[in-house]
């Protein structure tokens, strides 16, 4: 993905949550935040996700899928519902 025109990796991972590394083989830190500091996710259907984090100043992040991101937002639901099976918080 590109964030603030840098080419990058997001990562999602189930226990760990959001990652975003630089693009570059040196893979270096961008930023990193959990599960529970996501407010809320959207994309624009065409190749943007916005993912706003509650950081104290609402952080919202913008980033360039450069392809659709409906696939991203389908596993991060689907994380998200695990996490709430676990978590015994169902109906």
Same mark, same amino acid.
């Given at each position: 993905c590109v964030w603030q025109g840098k080419n990058a990796q997001?990562?999602?991972?189930?226990?760990?949550?959001?990652?975003?590394?630089?693009g570059t083989t040196e893979s270096r830190l961008l930023w990193r935040y959990s599960f529970d500091k996501l407010r809320n996710s959207s994309d624009d259907g065409k190749r943007?996700?916005?993912?706003?984090?509650?950081?104290?100043? &609402? !952080? *919202?992040v913008?980033? &360039? !899928? *450069?392809?659709?991101?409906?696939p991203i937002?389908?596993?991060?639901h689907n994380f998200l519902s695990a996490k709430i099976q676990r978590l015994g918080l169902y109906a």
């Open positions: 997001l990562v999602i991972h189930y226990e760990d949550g959001f990652t975003l590394l630089e943007y996700l916005w993912l706003n984090f509650d950081t104290g100043d &609402d !952080m *919202e913008e980033l &360039d !899928m *450069e392809c659709c991101p409906k937002v389908f596993i991060l």
